[in-house]
């Protein structure tokens, strides 16, 4: 009764609602017709993460700080900052097309030694949930610093998720972390389940030492509740606006003028892409120089996901020309909790998506009409995969078999 009421509540004021569903716990379903392209729901997260610092992103919710100008002068300085009169770098751009936020502020935040923020709403947001950190900044650190080298951010997130409290996590399937994550193709299983292991140990002793209020009584608990995650969080991502702009100035937009004044800070973007990977290939060593995954076309290592399309872009000059593709402007990566679509099952033939627009409020649009009583999918997986064994072989960790009408 208690998970039914829960659930009804989370879903009033939608055209969806929540019923039990054979094999699946419960399932999302349409109680008013549905055309395609409608807003079936939008959400805050209950918790999420930042996992990259480039593009500078607000601390709580994700929108990028300042204006286009600075976040194409960020991509060739990593030292840069906002400016309160960001000069104008980007022709053809009206004033107002160039702000990104009304504000971007320097504040606090325990996760990082330097936060940004779009608005003084959000900071004091940001310090209202997160305010009995403050004297533990060291601890938290060293927390994140370990999630950043295992490449877990579900730890965060689940510290983020213990803080700020809420109902949603007592709902989702909890197993242990090492049972969550697939095994990487050539590896051995016994042998990633112990690192698995050893990293959730790591964390749960970082995690010990930190004074917070739902702490979990036991590393079991803990490696359940980032299982969950793991489960169940989502990539927070939007592509970066640049690449919108970028395009329009190669489809003509300013003409060859255009072009030339943003050489210099193109050129800037990709040296520094350059000095960054071979920073990541000299700390890795030599074995791992020729397994470097995803090397773009300006010879770097890939920062977006495989998935991608990468657009390439070849302007000429008068003296010399200029390469480079999409992949100089890293898309804004997170991960979240979002409570409504945590109860949104799987399908290889999905009739849902998810979109991020700007920020982390995540909007799960319809792909096409959808009927009363019609359930409502998401893909967890790569479900563009042609083959039915291999889009069931990447549900592994997730416990169970596709039967959608595609499989």
Same mark, same amino acid.
């Given at each position: 009764?208690?998970?039914?009421?829960?659930?009804?509540?989370?879903?009033?004021? %939608?055209?969806?609602? $929540?019923?039990?569903?054979?094999?699946?716990?419960?399932?999302?379903?349409?109680?008013?017709?549905?055309?395609?392209?409608? $807003?079936?729901?939008?959400?805050?997260?209950?918790?999420?993460?930042?996992? *990259?610092?480039?593009?500078?992103?607000?601390?709580?919710?994700? *929108?990028?700080?300042?204006?286009?100008?600075?976040?194409?002068?960020? @991509?060739?300085?990593?030292?840069?900052?906002?400016?309160?009169?960001?000069?104008?770098?980007?022709?053809?751009?009206?004033?107002?097309?160039?702000?990104?936020?009304?504000?971007? &502020?320097?504040?606090?935040?325990?996760?990082?030694?330097?936060?940004?923020?779009?608005? !003084? +709403?959000?900071?004091?947001?940001?310090?209202?949930?997160?305010?009995?950190?403050?004297?533990?900044?060291?601890?938290?650190?060293?927390?994140?610093?370990?999630? &950043?080298? %295992?490449?877990?951010?579900?730890?965060?997130?689940?510290?983020?998720?213990?803080?700020?409290?809420?109902?949603?996590?007592?709902?989702?399937?909890?197993?242990?972390?090492?049972?969550?994550?697939? $095994?990487?193709?050539?590896?051995?299983?016994?042998?990633?389940?112990? +690192?698995?292991?050893?990293?959730?140990?790591?964390? /749960?002793?970082?995690?010990?030492?930190?004074?917070?209020?739902?702490?979990?009584?036991?590393?079991?608990?803990?490696?359940?509740?980032?299982?969950?995650?793991?489960?169940?969080?989502?990539?927070?991502?939007?592509?970066?606006?640049?690449?919108?702009?970028?395009?329009? $100035?190669?489809?003509?937009?300013?003409?060859? =003028?255009?072009?030339?004044?943003?050489?210099?800070?193109?050129?800037?973007?990709?040296?520094?892409?350059?000095?960054?990977?071979?920073? %990541?290939?000299?700390?890795?060593?030599?074995?791992?120089?020729?397994?470097?995954?995803?090397?773009?076309?300006?010879?770097? +290592?890939?920062?977006?996901?495989?998935?991608?399309?990468? @657009?390439?872009?070849? /302007?000429?000059? !008068?003296?010399?020309?200029?390469?480079?593709?999409? #992949?100089?402007?890293?898309?804004? !990566?997170?991960?979240?909790?979002?409570?409504?679509?945590?109860?949104?099952?799987?399908?290889?033939?999905?009739? =849902?998506?998810?979109?991020? %627009?700007?920020?982390?409020?995540? &909007? @799960?649009?319809?792909? #096409?009409?959808?009927?009363?009583?019609?359930?409502?999918?998401?893909?967890?997986?790569?479900?563009?995969?042609?083959? #039915?064994?291999?889009?069931?072989?990447?549900?592994?960790?997730?416990?169970?078999?596709?039967?959608?009408?595609?499989?």
């Amino acid at each position: 009764a208690e998970r039914r009421a829960f659930w009804a509540e989370l879903f009033s004021g %939608t055209k969806l609602s $929540v019923a039990h569903c054979e094999g699946k716990g419960v399932g999302v379903f349409v109680s008013s017709a549905i055309a395609e392209g409608d $807003v079936l729901f939008g959400e805050d997260p209950e918790a999420a993460f930042q996992w *990259r610092t480039t593009p500078l992103a607000c601390e709580h919710c994700m *929108r990028l700080v300042g204006c286009l100008d600075f976040q194409m002068r960020l @991509l060739g300085d990593p030292a840069a900052r906002p400016r309160p009169r960001e000069p104008p770098m980007l022709p053809v751009l009206e004033d107002s097309q160039r702000r990104l936020s009304d504000d971007a &502020l320097s504040g606090w935040a325990a996760w990082r030694g330097e936060a940004w923020f779009c608005s !003084k +709403e959000c900071e004091a947001r940001h310090r209202d949930e997160f305010g009995s950190l403050v004297g533990q900044e060291d601890a938290v650190r060293e927390f994140v610093a370990h999630a &950043l080298e %295992t490449k877990t951010p579900f730890f965060v997130v689940a510290l983020k998720l213990l803080l700020r409290g809420g109902h949603a996590q007592r709902y989702l399937l909890h197993k242990p972390y090492w049972e969550c994550v697939d $095994v990487p193709e050539g590896e051995d299983p016994a042998a990633f389940e112990q +690192e698995m292991r050893g990293d959730l140990q790591a964390s /749960w002793a970082l995690l010990s030492r930190l004074k917070i209020a739902r702490k979990p009584s036991s590393m079991d608990e803990y490696a359940r509740l980032v299982g969950a995650l793991c489960l169940n969080a989502v990539a927070v991502k939007y592509a970066h606006p640049l690449i919108y702009y970028i395009q329009e $100035v190669d489809q003509g937009i300013g003409g060859p =003028a255009a072009k030339r004044a943003l050489r210099p800070a193109l050129e800037a973007a990709r040296l520094e892409r350059l000095r960054r990977a071979a920073a %990541t290939r000299a700390a890795a060593g030599p074995a791992a120089s020729d397994e470097s995954e995803g090397s773009g076309s300006d010879g770097a +290592e890939s920062e977006s996901d495989e998935e991608d399309d990468e @657009l390439q872009f070849s /302007w000429a000059f !008068k003296r010399g020309a200029l390469d480079f593709s999409s #992949r100089l402007f890293p898309p804004m !990566k997170g991960y979240g909790l979002y409570a409504r679509l945590s109860a949104v099952n799987h399908s290889c033939d999905p009739s =849902a998506e998810v979109l991020f %627009t700007g920020s982390n409020h995540l &909007l @799960l649009v319809a792909k #096409r009409p959808l009927a009363v009583g019609e359930e409502v999918s998401i893909s967890y997986i790569d479900h563009e995969a042609e083959d #039915r064994e291999e889009r069931q072989r990447n549900l592994v960790s997730y416990g169970f078999r596709c039967d959608c009408r595609r499989c």
